[in-house]
């Protein structure tokens, strides 16, 4: 029996780059009947970023909305909101006095944004943000997380920590290790560049239809002339196909692409019917649910009760091998 654990931010509404590289992974690896899939919104790190209280609450509303929509099962799995274990924070602190400043220093979400905004611009939370990730992962004796690639680094460092403590204090912590979907690594975003928020370059999903449209005309291609035959393996709204389409659908686009005689605008068109077909029930899905906020608390309220039930024996363990607790 594995136990799956991932999450994610409450930053924005999740984009196509976070359902591919991690929402639909995590609920097709949740619907194996040998998983326990743990899944969580992490609105405590959102906080490194994020400071309007009211953003967050919608962000929160919007990442469980897209999980559901996505079909996770609340009663076979648990999907929760971070900041409804507190344990967690406990835990962090153990953690942080076994992390190497060094380590910390080195981990690229606080080297790249320190390096770009100066140090003055950058807080100790996010300085220590990989210690509250390997809080999370390790307080439910995860095996398996499923993440992007850019996750790789958090999931060594949450290792070398457990590691450590493991060597200095006996086995109290199961190693886990990274899962990144191969096909899926990077997702490209509208200006071929990896798909985030930061960069202004995603495609919702879960848009209104005509501003699902609209940022998939802005995918930026090249700019041969309709009859020039066209290197699909080089095009954004190719790959972005690619990643959604069957294999005869895509031997279909690559083979109109290198007969020429087709344009960029119909190739997106082509990627936005796809994107609408494979969507549809998920927009469904996730309209209903944004329109019914009381449904989702319920469903995080389940996943809080089972969640602590797994923190609160595991930080016991802790605790007890650090020398915390009763001095009798
Ligand atoms: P974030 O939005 O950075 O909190 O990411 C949430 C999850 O989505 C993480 O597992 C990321 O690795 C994954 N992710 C985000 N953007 C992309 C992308 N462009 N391609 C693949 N995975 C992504
Ligand atoms: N840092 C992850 C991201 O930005 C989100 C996250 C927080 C996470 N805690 C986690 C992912 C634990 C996997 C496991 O994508």
Redesign the pocket.
């Known amino acids: 029996m594995a136990r799956i654990l991932?999450g994610?931010?409450s930053?924005?509404v999740?984009?196509l780059?976070?359902l591919?590289?991690?929402?639909e992974p995590g609920v097709k690896l949740s619907e194996q009947k040998d998983n326990t899939a743990i899944f969580f919104i992490?609105d405590l790190h959102s906080l490194t970023s994020l400071k309007e209280p009211q953003a967050r609450i919608e962000n929160i509303r919007s990442v469980a909305a897209a999980w559901l929509a996505c079909g996770f099962d609340t009663h076979q799995g648990i999907l929760f909101r971070q900041s409804d274990v507190p344990e967690v924070c406990e835990l962090t602190w153990y953690l942080n006095c076994f992390a190497p400043f060094p380590m910390l220093a080195n981990a690229h979400s606080f080297k790249d944004k320190s390096a770009k905004q100066g140090l003055s611009e950058v807080n100790a939370g996010l300085f220590t943000y990989p210690v509250l990730m390997a809080a999370d992962i390790l307080l439910y004796d995860t095996d398996i997380v499923?993440?992007?690639?850019?996750?790789i680094q958090h999931i060594e460092i949450t290792r070398d920590i457990a590691s450590s403590i493991n060597h200095q204090h006996g086995e109290i912590f199961i190693l886990p290790k990274a899962q990144v979907e191969e096909q899926?690594?990077?997702?490209?975003?509208i200006d071929g560049q990896?798909?985030?928020?930061s960069y202004g370059n995603t495609i919702n999903v879960f848009e209104e239809e005509k501003k699902l449209k609209k940022s998939i005309n802005r995918i930026i291609t090249g700019s041969e002339p309709l009859e020039a035959p066209k290197n699909p393996d080089n095009c954004t709204v190719f790959q972005l196909y690619s990643l959604l389409a069957d294999t005869s659908e895509i031997n279909t686009l690559r083979n109109a692409y290198l007969e020429g005689n087709f344009g960029y605008g119909a190739a997106k068109q082509i990627l936005f019917e796809k994107i609408m077909e494979k969507y549809e029930v998920p927009r469904q899905k996730y309209m209903t649910f944004m329109q019914n906020p009381e449904s989702i608390e319920t469903a995080l309220r389940l996943g809080q009760d089972k969640a602590r039930a797994y923190a609160t024996s595991v930080l016991d363990r802790v605790r007890e091998a650090l020398g915390f607790g009763s001095i009798i």
């Open positions: 991932t994610i931010q930053t924005g999740p984009h780059g976070n591919l590289g991690a929402l992490a499923p993440v992007g690639k850019d996750q899926v690594k990077v997702v490209p975003g990896k798909m985030s928020k």
